[in-house]
């Protein structure tokens, strides 16, 4: 118990210390944020090895908390590690920025082993406040950084009512001790509970109609900020709420997990469409961030043991492979200065180790084998095709949704990989890779996109999601092992071949597309086949109405107030008689009222 709370103390204290440290003290800052992330981290993998389960009145640490304590930990390293360079070319506030790093980091694990409900709302809330100020470490973010604020701040307000709901029914705080059934006795309060804790979960996770603060964010926010919040941290959180209340707190109706369902699967779709066509590439990215929420929303929702494993799997897989292409688009930032895939190209040759780990998170992210992208959706796959087997009848338009997203996927990312790394760039680059503490994080996230893609049930599924749920049953035949080594020798044979068939001679001509040349000065950048998309009639109208913000939900709303606001204004003229027959009027209803009921 008292690891638990050192692990939160650690970068909360730390966090104070360099909240009040002179500006200038900046190498003092870089090592304290290191050091004491580090020891936390530490202290996580002691607590993950060596501690049975602990359940008191405040804190809940079992095998579904702990594993999430690990990898909140674990990208944690990875963001300070990454952001010791970066940061100086973002901001001067260097020790504000590391000093709400720690306090998320303090938060999360708060928030992930609390089992008192109002302990878990107030690190909860507090992690609203943190998202906040991080995005403003850019001074021009304070529009992108309110609407993150609102739309997580309401949803946590709705997620306080479901707390007090659940207290009215159960007279209990302790999320150990609440088991409520939606399938049999009263249950619009129980209902209505399970719904505000699912719009916490959403907005924060990014799921749809809560996602619209994050492809905002994305472009006014420190790369490092994206690559930890919207990307992996928030994902943890999210989904380990969702997880928690449906496998935990609630027994879920077939109303609930349709509408799981129906939400995982608009959101895979939606999303990916809007990422085909952006040209920036954080706004790709984000939107990317937002559309494999819908897997994991989709795995949960299934209510099956290996759809539930495929969706928190894929929680954690899209943590990795998804901080690893924001970490790369920093890296991509910070040598071109620049995030239009237009303006780029040919980075490859200049930066051929965060290529490579561009190639690897883009394979991952869109499901192709042996990546750990891969074993995750046919997980979740495999638990639609279960529920399928168990007499659901719309399993197979869930299954064409989820596979039909992985697909478009992979056309994002072939666009992502030709128009940043391998396509004619519109400039001769002069730079090298970027610095080893960048490249770091890069790497080791590389690696575990292979390795928990090759060893997937011998270590991530074995070590954190089978002891988090239970026994799964996997049908069908994969063998990761021999499937990665059947496509090395694969990819040998063809070598050899190409190898053979040119050692003769070698012939080299000019850049040309179906049989044509292109001119010299003429330039074909990966974006522009993927806009032929808006010739499609009804997805240009649906484009159209996405970019006067038709859905999202904050500014329809923020619309809708205004509208009534500028209404009221009308009332106040300045006027004393309007304003004296304005009270004689509510004098009037109040009197109607009051003899009405008596």
């Known amino acids: 118990m008292n690891l638990i709370l050192l692990t939160i103390a650690i970068p909360l204290i730390a966090g104070f210390l360099i909240f009040i440290l002179p500006k200038k ?14 020891i936390s981290f530490i202290i996580n993998i002691i607590l993950f090895i060596n501690t049975e389960k602990i359940v008191n009145n405040y804190f809940m640490f079992d095998n579904l908390s702990k594993f999430i304590l690990l990898f909140i930990g674990l990208f944690a390293v990875f963001v300070i590690i990454y952001s010791l360079k970066y ?23 708060g928030a992930a082993l609390a089992n008192n409900l109002i302990l878990l709302s107030v690190f909860w809330g507090f992690l609203g406040f943190t ?22 701040g309401a949803t946590d307000s709705l997620m306080i009512i479901g707390i007090g709901i659940l207290y009215y ?19 619009f309060l129980p209902t209505i509970a399970f719904l505000t804790f699912v719009a916490a979960a959403f907005a924060k996770a990014g799921a749809m109609p809560f996602h619209t603060w994050i492809p905002d964010m994305s472009e006014k926010a420190p790369i490092p900020v994206t690559a930890f919040l919207p990307a992996s941290l928030d994902k943890l959180l999210g989904i380990y709420l969702l997880a928690r209340i449906s496998i935990s707190v609630f027994e879920l109706n077939s109303s609930m997990t349709f509408i799981l369902l129906l939400f995982g699967s608009i959101t895979i779709i939606a999303a990916v469409f809007m990422a085909l066509v952006q040209h920036d590439l954080r706004k790709l990215l984000s939107y990317h961030a ?21 969706g928190l799997f894929h929680m954690l897989n899209h943590s990795i492979y998804k901080s690893n292409l924001f970490l790369i688009s920093g890296s991509v930032k910070y040598r071109t200065n620049t995030m239009n895939m237009d303006k780029l190209g040919g980075l490859a040759k200049y930066m051929p180790i965060t290529f490579i780990g561009a190639v690897i998170a883009s394979l991952s992210i869109s499901g192709v084998p042996p990546f750990n992208g891969f074993v995750s959706k046919w997980m979740v796959y495999q638990g639609l095709i279960d529920m399928g087997k168990a007499g659901s009848k719309l399993w197979i338009l869930w299954l064409v949704a989820a ?3 992985s697909a478009l996927t992979l056309a994002s990312f072939m666009k992502v990989i030709y128009s940043v790394f391998l396509g004619r760039s519109e400039k001769k680059w002069s730079f090298g890779d970027v610095n080893w503490t960048m490249l770091l994080p890069i790497i080791f996230l590389s690696i575990l996109c292979v390795g928990f893609g090759v060893f997937a049930f011998a270590v991530p599924l074995k070590l954190f999601i089978i002891p988090a749920l239970g026994e799964i049953g996997l049908f069908g035949l994969w063998n990761s092992q021999m499937a990665t080594l059947l496509m090395l020798v694969g990819i040998a044979l063809g070598f050899l071949i190409y190898l053979i068939g040119n050692m003769k001679n070698v012939r080299e001509s000019d850049i040309f597309i179906g049989g044509e040349e ?3 000065n003429k330039r074909v950048t990966g974006t522009e086949f993927y806009d032929s998309i808006r010739d499609i009639s009804i997805l240009d109208k649906i484009y159209k109405m996405a970019e006067k913000k038709y859905f999202d939900l904050y500014e329809m709303l923020k619309k809708f107030t205004f509208a009534i606001t500028n209404r009221l204004r009308l009332i106040h003229s ?16 109040l009197f109607i009222l009051l003899n009405i009921r008596g």
């Open 290 to 310: 937002i559309s494999q929420v819908g897997y994991m929303v989709l795995g949960i929702g299934t209510g099956n043991p290996v759809g539930i494993a495929g």
């Open 87 to 109: 940061i100086e070319s973002v901001t001067e506030n260097i020790n504000m920025y590391f000093s709400y790093i720690l306090f998320t980091v303090s938060a999360s694990y």
């Open 169 to 187: 029914i159960t007279s209990s705080l302790n999320i150990s001790s609440i088991n409520i059934s939606l399938k049999q006795g009263p249950i």
């Open 403 to 405: 596979m039909f997203g």
């Open 518 to 520: 292109i001119p010299s």
């Open 131 to 152: 998202l906040y100020m991080l995005i403003n470490t850019n001074d021009n973010a304070t529009a992108e950084s309110s609407k993150a604020f609102i739309i997580i």
């Open 25 to 38: 003290f900046t190498n003092i800052t870089k090592f304290l944020s290191t050091i004491s992330i580090l």
């Open 574 to 589: 300045g006027k004393l008689v309007a304003y004296i027959l304005w009270i004689f009027f509510g004098m009037a209803v």
